[in-house]
């Protein structure tokens, strides 16, 4: 199975049906360019489009895989899937690898951080008189960081999570809509009223 060949078979079957990416896209409800993504050969369907994608394309699943009108179907079809089934899941550890890259970047972002505020802050003291002052206004100075974050942090993580499915131009399920529109309203009331909403008065 081979994913330019794939790529070109839906290209050629979308553009005799006189469909566009968008418009395919819609009848599998993912993006436009998830499609353009499959027709470039830079990655294979979810395995479980195949059989939506080859309906919408009036093509078998088999003639799907192998990016080809065929005749008679051959007898190898198992082995094809199969094929398909281990490149679809090759495809899901490799995402999964990705958001553990930035996971794994993340927490090393806040070690280090930690490292460069602990060390600073060692400097800090070291040549104070008052070591009881200084401490309080270095556990001041977390304890503000830490209301920063809290205020802004958590509420700006909210919106970039909740925004971008309402901005893409395909449909989405009704429960999504209304949980991404909930964590928008959300984080902005949290951006405006600073928790006051949530019965926090820390503001």
């Not at 081979?2 to 009848?27: C, H, N, P, S, Y």
Request: with cysteine; proline share 3%; glycine share 4%.
């Amino acid at each position: 199975m081979d994913k330019i060949q794939m790529g070109t078979f839906i290209r050629e079957q979308r553009a005799v049906l006189g469909l566009t990416q968008q418009q395919l896209a819609e009848q599998l409800h993912v993006t436009n360019k998830a499609v353009s993504r499959w027709e470039t050969g830079n990655a294979y369907p979810d395995i479980a489009l195949l059989d939506d994608l080859a309906a919408a394309l009036s093509v078998s699943v088999e003639e799907l895989c192998r990016g080809e009108r065929m005749v008679l179907p051959s007898v190898d079809t198992n082995a094809l899937l199969s094929d398909v089934i281990c490149e679809a899941r090759q495809q899901k550890k490799d995402r999964a690898a990705k958001w553990l890259r930035i996971l794994c970047l993340s927490i090393f972002t806040v070690i280090l951080l930690a490292f460069l505020f602990f060390t600073g802050a060692f400097y800090f003291i070291q040549n104070e008189v008052n070591l009881d002052e200084a401490l309080f206004t270095l556990a001041l100075g977390a304890f503000a960081i830490g209301l920063m974050l809290f205020r802004y942090g958590i509420p700006s993580l909210l919106l970039a999570i909740a925004l971008p499915p309402l901005l893409r131009k395909r449909p989405r399920r009704l429960a999504e809509t209304i949980v991404c529109i909930l964590l928008s309203l959300l984080s902005v009331l949290w951006l405006i009223y600073g928790g006051r909403f949530l019965w926090l008065q820390l503001f």
